[in-house]
């Protein structure tokens, strides 16, 4: 747990953790590091987040979304006291029942655990259908056991679904093999899909200033290469 002068200002109100969680609940990724600080905050935290996970558990009964965040909650002891076997059982009927968002948890915990079997079995059937999270994922797992080909074809299907992440890192695999068509196929994608301008600006140089030498022929066919990509895979994730 982190100390009081971690965490300066007044802890978030009960709701505002409710809102919080049901961000996590539903795969948004700017919560993660919000929820990754309440999880180690300190001992005067704990009455609004037991506040906090009490408003859920009322919110449960028939609610299927407030069953979903209060098993989060209980997975990871946020608010209350862990119960992993009650979460996961929540978790594995919701991801049985096609929730793409309860496989990448389930996937999450497993690969924690270090039980690959259940890992890559939920993030496979979360990936189907598209969940880009669960793609990248699966990249992680191959990569932790030395398979680079396999780890950079689940970071393609990620960028494809949508992760930024992804895109940044194919920018970087592009980098290292030191093609310089590839390194500008790869900007363009990030280009295109750059979160903000500055970043889209940023892509555009660098991809005059890698391409720069190859003539305007080459270095066009290179960007259309990468805006078809992009165009071919509309983001989904």
Known sequence: ????????GEPPDADAIVDLVRQWSAGKAESLSRIAVLLRAPPEFTPVLRAAYAKMAAMAEGDSEAEYMVA???LYGLGTEGDEAAAMAILAE??????VNAMFAVAVRAFERK???Q???AASRAAERGHGKSMLLLSKFWRDRGDEKESAMWMKKAAGAGEWTAVQEMVSIAEASR??????????VAMLRAPDP???YRCRMLIAYVGGESGEEALQKAMEAGERWHNDHPAIG
């Open 179 to 188: 093609d310089w068509e590839e390194i500008v196929f790869w900007l363009t």
């Open 72 to 74: 989060l909650c209980r």
């Open 94 to 99: 919701r991801a049985e029942a096609g929730d």
């Open 198 to 200: 500055a970043m889209a």
């Open 119 to 121: 890992c890559i079995r």
């Open 1 to 8: 747990a982190g100390t009081q002068k971690d965490f300066p």
């Open 115 to 117: 039980d690959a079997e």
